[in-house]
């Protein structure tokens, strides 16, 4: 079990730039979330998918960020028009049922 | 919406100590409550949760209480090691949330030999 994979693990963007982020789940798990880390706001929820539909995505900015579950196997976070308040850690979770959710290691996106 | 908080920011203990973080949380709706662990430089690692049907689990030195009248859980650390320095996390998720977890601000715990 490699647990979930996230890439990539570092990310560098101008400002304006666009940045897609990926995820993989521990295979098997039917729900995926996503959520960011910043030192001033902590952790924030963004979006979940359950069975590759999405179910609640409150957490999301509006305009430039979008996310995708295509199939069971991964999952995308893609931010357009990147700005430096973007700027973060991104982490991916999956869930088993309604069990704990695992967390991958994150994308550290820094927008310049 | 729901917020969680988290009392302690540091929290500063000698190995072998005890140590308690305490949290508490706005929506009465919460019903699940897990506690996650941060090492430096790494990601969030599940160590123990706490459904709202029970008011006390224990896992080996982990012990979780919850509150639910004063809307209020904690977690105790028995027998503090110098592994177990690190930044800890409490969340609340609800039923209609549906998973989604509202997590404090953190605490950063310290194991002074």
């Known amino acids: 079990n490699a647990g979930v994979i996230q890439t990539p693990r570092h990310k560098v963007t101008g400002k304006g730039q666009e940045a897609t982020l990926w995820c993989e789940p521990i295979?098997?798990?039917?729900?995926v979330f996503w959520y960011r880390q910043t030192i001033v706001q902590g952790l924030e929820f963004l979006t979940y998918?359950?069975?590759?539909?999405?179910?609640?995505d409150s957490g999301m900015p509006k305009e430039r960020f979008s996310a995708q579950m295509p199939n069971q196997s991964h999952s995308t976070l893609k931010i357009q028009s990147t700005q430096p308040q973007d700027s973060a850690v991104y982490l991916c979770?999956?869930?088993?049922?309604?069990?704990?959710?695992?967390f991958g290691p994150g994308t550290r996106l820094t927008v310049l | 919406g729901e917020k969680v908080e988290q009392h302690e920011s540091t929290l500063s203990v000698r190995e072998g100590d005890s140590a308690v973080i305490n949290c508490t949380y706005t929506?009465?709706?919460?019903?699940?409550f897990p506690w996650y662990k941060q090492e430096a430089g790494k990601s969030l690692h599940f160590v123990i949760d706490?459904?709202?049907?029970?008011d006390r689990k224990q896992s080996q030195r982990l012990i979780v209480l919850l509150d639910k009248k004063a809307k209020r859980f904690s977690l105790h650390i028995t027998a503090t090691q110098p592994e177990d320095s690190a930044i800890y996390f409490c969340?609340?998720?609800?039923?209609?949330?549906?998973?989604?977890?509202?997590f404090g601000q953190g605490t950063k715990l310290s194991i002074k030999p």
């Open positions: 969340a609340a998720s609800s039923n209609y949330n549906q998973g989604k977890l509202i």
């Open positions: 295979s098997g798990h039917s729900a």
């Open positions: 998918f359950r069975n590759q539909a999405p179910i609640d």
């Open positions: 929506d009465t709706a919460s019903s699940y």
């Open positions: 706490i459904r709202s049907n029970v």
């Open positions: 979770a999956s869930r088993l049922g309604g069990r704990e959710q695992y």
